[in-house]
């Protein structure tokens, strides 16, 4: 694709619900990252994929957090029995090859706001 | 832990005027440096990067940034700033460790240029 896609771009939802955040990357990325920001802060690192498999997914805040790419392309982040803090801009980011100094492309994001 | 820390949250500047955006990070070891800049109603898109060599690093829009590893530093410059370089910026960092692939980011600072 052009770019990196996310979808929804707005989501509402009650607390205690689960939602599901969605992001395509760019055509060909192997690497694919899940940042989160809050407002009045820059990007918080998530989860890290090369590939299918998840090779750092060391910044998720918790066991309710989930994120899956079972077939290398699209991702697809879970949060479960959400809360009013998880409420931020879900930011997705791919880049060509897992290489630290290549570029990451990034998503528009997908604002999610827990009531 | 790795940190990042951007002095300024909020510049006001007139068109022409010089800019300099401080950006400190704390890790000991070796780093990629990134500026990344997100106009207004955009994604986040990427301004320039340090990996390696001349550590005065050239970008798009006629931005540059300078390495200094002495003092855990990657300052954003622009010698004269246009009306369109209103947006928020952010100086994200790599530690250079293993397979490290986060970057870590600072707050951001809010620019804006009055013409």
């Known amino acids: 694709g052009a770019g990196v896609s996310q979808t929804p771009s707005n989501k509402v939802t009650e607390k205690g619900k689960y939602v599901e955040l969605r992001c395509d990357p760019i055509?060909?990325?192997?690497?694919l990252y899940w940042y989160r920001q809050s407002l009045g802060q820059g990007p918080e690192f998530l989860i890290y994929f090369q590939g299918t498999g998840a090779a750092d997914d060391s910044g998720l805040p918790n066991d309710r957090f989930f994120a899956v790419r079972p077939e290398g392309s699209v991702s697809t982040l879970k949060i479960q029995r959400t809360e009013r803090g998880d409420s931020a801009v879900y930011l997705c980011a791919s880049s060509s090859s897992g290489a630290t100094y290549n570029e990451q492309f990034f998503g528009p994001g997908t604002r999610l706001t827990v009531l | 832990a790795q940190s990042v820390s951007q002095h300024n949250h909020h510049v006001i500047l007139s068109e022409a005027a010089s800019l300099e955006l401080g950006c400190n990070y704390s890790?000991?070891?070796?780093?990629?440096l990134f500026w990344y800049v997100q106009y207004p109603g955009q994604h986040l898109q990427l301004l320039l990067k340090y990996f390696s060599g001349d550590p005065l690093v050239k970008g798009i829009k006629g931005f540059e940034a300078e390495f200094i590893k002495s003092k855990f530093s990657f300052n954003l410059r622009k010698p004269s700033v246009q009306w369109s370089d209103t947006a928020e910026y952010f100086c994200?960092?790599?530690?250079?460790?293993?397979?490290?692939?986060?970057?870590?980011w600072g707050l951001g600072t809010s620019l804006a240029v009055n013409p």
């Open positions: 994200a960092v790599n530690a250079r460790a293993g397979n490290n692939r986060k970057l870590i």
């Open positions: 055509s060909g990325h192997t690497a």
């Open positions: 890790y000991g070891g070796t780093v990629n």
